[in-house]
């Protein structure tokens, strides 16, 4: 039998249908809101595990996406990271109200629910505002709870998942920190050269200047083997080349990679015993003090010293005709410590001293340093000794003032010579040191920013701490020991390098570092003290922090020629930063900076979120599976049905006396006819078989027949 009121058609009898089909019972925006909404939410976690992943293992990001790297450098990670929360929530909403009403339907129509709740859960099917409306539901009795454990359990998580989804923009930016990333190259001029026809340039003193250590790039490194003295006591650093690039001071920390024209310092260290003349020894000057200052004078034989540490004359100094006879004169003042003063821990007093220098003006610009001395090669006296006010009294006694004390015979130590006077010793070594600059092309990377090493004055010993630079040289202990690579001394990697590049202008930069800024170029016994606690005629002041690192490369090493590559390029990279602001000549080179942004740098906000996610997604599948296999007669989203499904014999009573009293009041009524009594939706087998509440239960005696 058919009957048909309006346009809506309904049947009973054999004609009864077995359930909505899925559109019908769900609806197209019902079912829209399921499959669409959680295809994005699957993919907007899916984007959001992109953006926490997809760095790689590349230092910095180098090697990410373009995606990925231009969300990052342009920090568009934060409103990203608002609009995916925001998503989130907005589905995650809108999927937990229709799990609501997909739950109160199965509810009614598969478990029961007490009688007092059968208009609320029904309305609930059609409109509601979330999984806690079920909460009092589920805590109407521990009897009722456990008969409904599935449905609270999937409640309970929607209930849990919509919470935790407030906060998924708090639990996403809490992942994210301050990163260093690898930037966009850069196209910047870069000042190279000199032009001398429109630039003056004077050297100047950079010795007593705080010194810098940028970090700079090595071709290469000194030959720890050869720099060991062998039983000639010859010590070789071998060929050092070094690479500064030319980039302003506030862009070098910074500069992941520089493709471009950069300074190249060629340098080689070659110390041997000295041989000196008969009649050189020590005298003691005058200045005030009562005992005097000590003063090495005399004469040197290079030919000889060259000889007796197997070294050929070089090219155009036969018979060490390029040291002239005031290159041979020895006029050195040596440091004490005064009357009340320290030498602390036995530690000696080490100094530089440099004779004539007249050989090193025609020096050549472009030096390979193939050979362990050239005719221009610039002698160094490295002296060290334990001379105290206390003990030079003590030799003085017997010796009149500017009288000569003759030295005793040396005994050899490497490349020292030793010379023991009573309680106190003094020892010399001659260095011979050739440098050159000129231009390269280079390719430099560094995985991470390469801040400048420092050297930290401490308040409390009131000493320079030079770890940090003495590290980058490779002349701290522990590099000395093991050898370190670049990334470990805070160095840049060479990728490439190209051939030398003469260019004249290098000459005035090889002269402000051979003289260290000295306008005294061809007076000899110029002295430069590296015991900061140390007393003597000065011919200039090195800068404390100077002093202690060249005494650092000396102590850790053992190696006069070491500490001598330390002073000098501290003093080459000094010059070379003067120099930046005259030059003129410019070059373009391509520089990648690193850029401080917002970055994924946890994974905890973002293992959070997907937690929830998942959580409710399959709580979802589980509803909506449950739903479309176990209901018959509900129809999301309509309003008609839901409220005519609750009219029925046991009902109208209620809905007759209802019209004007409060839910409160109703409960009263039904408390003592219906306590206990559990009611699902389903159709009437007697009468005209409508779909309306129908007892199923009272509590206690099972399920009714």
Avoid at 210 to 231: G, Q
Avoid at 432 to 443: A, I, P, R
Avoid at 490 to 502: K, P, Q, R, T, V
Avoid at 524 to 551: K, M, R
Wanted: net charge neutral; proline share 5%.
């Amino acid at each position: 039998m058919a009957a048909k009121r309006g346009s809506f058609i309904w049947t009973d009898g054999p004609n009864i249908r077995e359930r909505w089909s899925p559109r019908v019972a769900l609806g197209v925006f019902s079912m829209f809101t399921l499959t669409a909404g959680s295809l994005l939410l699957l993919g907007t976690l899916g984007f959001l595990s992109f953006l926490w992943f997809a760095e790689g293992g590349s230092t910095g990001g180098a090697n990410a996406s373009p995606l990925w790297r231009s969300i990052m450098l342009g920090q568009y990670i934060t409103p990203i990271v608002t609009i995916s929360a925001a998503v989130l929530r907005i589905i995650q909403a809108a999927q937990a109200l229709l799990i609501t009403s997909l739950m109160a339907a199965l509810l009614l129509e598969k478990y029961g629910v007490p009688m007092i709740y059968v208009a609320e859960v029904s309305i609930l099917r059609s409109v509601n505002s979330g999984p806690w409306r079920l909460l009092p539901l589920f805590a109407s009795s521990w009897t009722f709870l456990w008969q409904v454990k599935l449905p609270f359990l999937l409640s309970l998580v929607m209930l849990f998942t919509s919470l935790g989804t407030q906060f998924t923009s708090t639990l996403l930016v809490a992942d994210l920190s301050v990163s260093t990333l690898v930037g966009n190259a850069e196209t910047i001029p870069i000042g190279v050269a000199l032009n001398l026809t429109k630039s003056r340039y004077d050297i100047i003193d950079v010795t007593n200047a705080v010194p810098k250590f940028p970090a700079f790039a090595e071709l290469e490194r000194p030959n720890f083997t050869s720099t060991t003295p062998n039983d000639r006591g010859l010590s070789d650093t071998g060929r050092i080349r070094r690479v500064f690039p030319g980039i302003s001071e506030d862009r070098r920390a910074n500069t992941r990679l520089f493709k471009g024209k950069a300074h190249a310092m060629t340098s080689r260290y070659v110390c041997a015993r000295p041989v000196f003349e008969n009649g050189t020894g020590l005298i003691f000057t005058d200045v005030n003090l009562d005992s005097g200052v000590p003063t090495l004078q005399g004469n040197i034989s290079f030919p000889r010293t060259l000889q007796n540490a197997g070294l050929d004359f070089p090219d155009g100094c036969v018979n060490g005709s390029c040291y002239t006879s005031d290159a041979s004169i020895v006029d050195c003042s040596i440091g004490f410590v005064p009357e009340g003063g320290e030498i602390a821990g036995g530690v000696v007093i080490v100094q530089a001293c440099f004779p004539y220098r007249g050989n090193v003006l025609y020096s050549v610009l472009h030096d390979d340093a193939s050979a362990p001395i050239r005719n221009y090669s610039q002698a160094v006296y490295i002296m060290k000794s334990n001379f105290t006010s206390k003990e030079i009294g003590g030799i003085r006694q017997n010796l009149s003032l500017e009288s000569i004390l003759p030295l005793p015979a040396g005994k050899p130590d490497g490349e020292f010579l030793t010379w023991e006077l009573n309680e106190i010793y003094f020892s010399a070594t001659v260095c011979f040191q050739q440098t050159s600059f000129d231009l390269v092309d280079v390719s430099l990377s560094a995985d991470t920013d390469l801040l400048p090493a420092e050297a930290i004055f401490e308040g409390e010993t009131e000493l320079w701490n030079v770890d940090g630079p003495a590290r980058q040289f490779g002349y701290s202990r522990d590099m000395v020991a093991s050898g370190g690579n670049a990334s470990s001394r805070g160095l840049y990697n060479i990728d490439s390098a190209g051939e030398m590049i003469e260019k004249s202008f290098t000459t005035r930069l090889q002269q402000g570092t051979l003289f260290m800024g000295n306008s005294q170029l061809q007076t000899h016994g110029l002295v430069a003290f590296f015991s900061p606690n140390a007393f003597g005629n000065l011919a200039w002041n090195v800068h404390q922090a100077t002093q202690s690192l060249t005494l650092a490369a000396l102590d850790n090493t053992g190696r006069p020629a070491l500490a001598l590559d330390t002073l000098m390029t501290t003093v080459a990279r000094a010059s070379i930063d003067n120099m930046l602001p005259f030059f003129k000549e410019t070059e373009d080179a391509q520089v990648v900076p690193s850029v401080a942004v917002l970055a994924p740098r946890r994974i905890r906000g973002l293992l959070a979120v997907a937690a929830l996610i998942v959580s409710s997604l399959l709580c979802v599948a589980v509803v909506a599976g449950l739903f479309l296999a176990r209901t018959r007669h509900s129809i999301h989203g309509n309003y008609w049905h839901v409220a005519a499904q609750i009219f029925s014999e046991e009902t109208q009573w209620i809905l007759d006396d209802a019209t004007e009293v409060s839910d409160q009041a109703v409960a009263r009524m039904m408390s003592a006819t219906t306590a206990g009594m559990d009611v699902k939706i389903g159709r009437s087998v007697t009468g005209s078989g409508r779909v309306q509440v129908v007892p199923y239960r009272r509590r206690g005696r099972g399920v009714l027949g």
